[in-house]
């Protein structure tokens, strides 16, 4: 569809104002324009306070930040990733170690490779949800992304680059709970096809915080191997 997005539900309890690690895989559409979006922070009253995005287009990654005021903190972009829209599957990873009281650094990573670091980082709003939304933009209905995504895994601390390329090279594809190198096992998880409940939700195989599909968004057997 040309508005469909998949959203988290608030997973502050687990990840309170600290470190974090989320992982996806990303297969693009071959059109072009804003082919992908992962956006994270605050849902609700305050959409843009705190907020990391990572955007994509064509041969260009983009993160951007915004501060608790809503102020832009600016851009980070990158041109060496291999082509978004390549009609493959790709493993995207980004880790952020901003707490409570101290900026920190989110680092994107493709395909076990580092390709963005960006300091500076403020974590979000103590008083705000944590939530992933996934092909949209956020909480700004205009925009969203033709792409499937498969395996959100989310962790409560940083996964270092050797932790992030083992993700990539040695791990299961589809159990971020097997691989080799990351001993601690993530918070949440959502397969993103299988144990769903009813069509629209993906239940959280770790957590309890499940993931609804809107306006129209399926699931898929084309998946990563």
Not at 5 to 24: E, K, N
Not at 49 to 56: F, G, M, N, P, V
Not at 170 to 194: A, E, K, L
């Amino acid at each position: 569809g040309t508005d469909d997005y998949a959203l988290t539900g608030d997973m502050a309890a687990s990840i309170p104002q600290g470190a974090h690690t989320v992982s996806w895989g990303l297969k693009a559409g071959t059109a072009s324009g804003w082919d992908a979006y992962m956006w994270s922070g605050p849902a609700g009253s305050q959409p843009y306070q705190y907020h990391r995005a990572l955007i994509a287009t064509g041969t260009t990654a983009y993160t951007q930040l915004r501060d608790s005021a809503g102020a832009s903190l600016g851009v980070t972009n990158t041109t060496q990733y291999p082509a978004l829209n390549d009609g493959t599957w790709q493993h995207w990873c980004y880790t952020c170690t901003a707490t409570s009281s101290s900026t920190g650094s989110i680092v994107v990573y493709v395909d076990g490779q580092a390709e963005i670091t960006r300091t500076g980082a403020p974590a979000w709003l103590s008083t705000s949800d944590f939530v992933i939304y996934l092909a949209r933009w956020g909480t700004y209905n205009g925009d969203y992304a033709a792409c499937n995504i498969a395996e959100v895994t989310v962790w409560d601390y940083e996964l270092s680059g050797t932790q992030v390329a083992n993700l990539w090279n040695s791990g299961t594809v589809t159990n971020p709970q097997d691989t080799t190198g990351i001993s601690t096992d993530p918070v949440h998880y959502w397969r993103m096809g299988s144990n769903m409940s009813g069509s629209t939700t993906v239940l959280d195989e770790i957590g309890s915080v499940d993931l609804e599909l809107y306006n129209g968004a399926t699931t898929s057997t084309d998946v990563p191997t």
